[in-house]
Nanobody, 122 residues
Framework: QVQLVESGGGSVQAGGSLNLSCAAS????????LGWYRQAPGKQRELVAI???????DYADSAKGRFTVSRSAAGYTVVLQMNSLRAEDTAVYYC????????????????WGQGTQVTVSS
């Protein structure tokens, strides 16, 4: 079993900052990618930021210049630092992992955290 457990989130005023953290644990053979998606009410889930095993990053256009994604040295924790938050950043944020588990065929599997609410008031 592989688990992604998120922490952080909450409520903040526009212009403020929040950090989200996600720890991967369980029967992990290899982590290809870790990152964050978000889903606002009535909208589809969308990519926020991803960091790959070689430390390359991808960001949504809306996140560039304001958000920073990073991984721990061991590679099992991903942090999303969010600055200059806007009301439109309000959403449930989900940790995402492209992870190869120990069990079964060694193919990568998409894993998701339970989600954490971020609310930005204007």
């Amino acid at each position: 079993q592989v688990q992604l457990v998120e922490s952080g989130g909450g409520s903040v005023q526009a212009g403020g900052s929040l950090n989200l953290s996600c720890a991967a644990s369980g029967s992990i053979f290899e982590i290809n990618k870790l990152g964050w998606y978000r889903q606002a009410p009535g909208k589809q889930r969308e990519l926020v930021a991803i960091i790959k095993s070689d430390s390359r990053t991808d960001y949504a256009d809306s996140a560039k210049g304001r958000f920073t994604v990073s991984r721990s040295a061991a590679g099992y924790t991903v942090v999303l630092q969010m600055n200059s938050l806007r009301a439109e950043d309000t959403a449930v944020y989900y940790c995402y992992g492209d992870i190869i588990p120990w069990v079964g065929v060694r193919n990568p599997v998409d894993y998701w955290g339970q989600g954490t609410q971020v609310t930005v008031s204007s």
